[in-house]
């Protein structure tokens, strides 16, 4: 699903409106989404107190919109319409609907009545994606208002909370809390990056009439399920271990076997055929305890208990579908040589993390090389601080995929994939108990098991282990909550994310 920046969206609304369908009609046709997710939601809407607050600009007409849809279709219980701006003021389609509200007999009001205080629903149309800057003057006390004013009130915002900058992820001032946002056509990027994401409530994106050819160009989409389904439908009857791929995972030294033992077991369970664990020989007893299904490899290893230089990584690596690298490692300065050597010579496609994400050569730019740095990494590969990269954490991670050629997965609260062609598409799952040591040696593993099934669609095999790696975390937080999940509980819940996205028709 593709995210659009307010000029974009503008500019498809333009497009739209010259060749084929009036302002009047889009606006209208939005009107209908907001209603219709308001029944869907907070059924009946007939018996619901709903107060309608309406700013000058287009929003403000949506919102005049919605107030002449619910006065005349559904009859609520009371209806407060309160346009806070002059009716002289509103111009095109927002006067338009203003007039129309006025003649259907809809009482509009200039100010929030007292008997409005005890409204169910309040339905934010003040401010949409046109603001620049911080909301202030009468506009920002309507947004207080919407915050503190109507205590026993869910929020409705039309297109996007009022005072919410449409094109960041970061707050500029204040602006209003919702429960519902219903945005049109597409998502914005205020709908996708943290932290604003959070305080949309849930996110309902409604077409109004524009033909996605009139997007399409757009490099920035949200990741759903329907970009990966086809990798969960079921296995061909007559495949077998050899059918699905043999991930090598060269991870893992002295007193660091679990990393090494996690990424091999998320390579499993993710669906790939066969797993070695290449690792440090005095580690590889207790990598094999772990599980019995791993297969393991024992390595030459330094006096520091890591991998050493002349470990024969070309033989290990012999055979193998994917080779994962990096978990566990250790920093010794044998293996970075070793790591930059091995991404250098081996063919296979390469799943680097942790330790293995080290110098600024990745091989030739022709073979698949897929990097997870969360933001300290990234921002060590980078030269930059951390602040910097999470500042821009999109334009971040396309300039590097762009520059070197590779697939990279910035980890974080809503991961974004970048492509070596500019794409990026950003990660709508995950919660606050990924927060904990493994669960992205974990994510190596379910991305390095996916690619081996499917090597000739990496891209959707990066992002089917990305969403369903968040989703297993929020279903395992729901069980056992966020501060008790450990990363091998993600293995337990892997299996029902995959049913649930191979079942839904469509995610958010």
Known sequence: MKILTAAEMREVDRLTI????????????AAHRVVEAMAARFAPLASQHIVVLCGKGNNGGDGLAVARQLFTRVHPAALHVVLL?????LKGDAAANFRMAEFCGCKIDREIPAAARNATLVVDALLGT?????????MLEAIREINRGFPLAKVVAVDIP?????????PTGEFARADLTVTFTAPKHAHALAPNCNHLGELVVGPIGSPAAL??????DLLDPSMFRELLGPRPPEGHKGTFGHVLVIAGSRGKTG????SGLGAMRAGAGLVTVASAESAVPVIASYAPELMTEPLAETPHGTIALNARLAEAAEGKTVIAMGPGLGRHPETAVL???AVDALEQPMVLDADALTGDSFGPPDRIRVLTPHPGEMARLTGKTTAEIQQDRIGAARAFAASHRVTLVLKGERTVLAFPDGRAWINPTGTPALGKGGSGDVLTGMIAGLLAQFPAQHDQAVAAAV????????MAARAIGDKCLLATDLLEYLGSAMEECAALPHRL
């Open 162 to 170: 009022s005072g919410m900058p449409s094109d960041s992820g970061a």
């Open 85 to 89: 701006a002059a009716p002289e003021d």
């Open 259 to 262: 990393a090494a033992a996690m």
């Open 467 to 474: 969403y369903l790696h968040g989703l297993a975390a929020q």
């Open 18 to 29: 010259e060749r084929a369908i009036p302002g009047l009609v889009l606006m209208e046709n």
């Open 215 to 220: 997007y399409e160009p757009v490099k920035l």
């Open 339 to 341: 790591v930059r050597t």
């Open 130 to 138: 046109g603001i620049s800057g911080p909301a202030t003057g009468a």
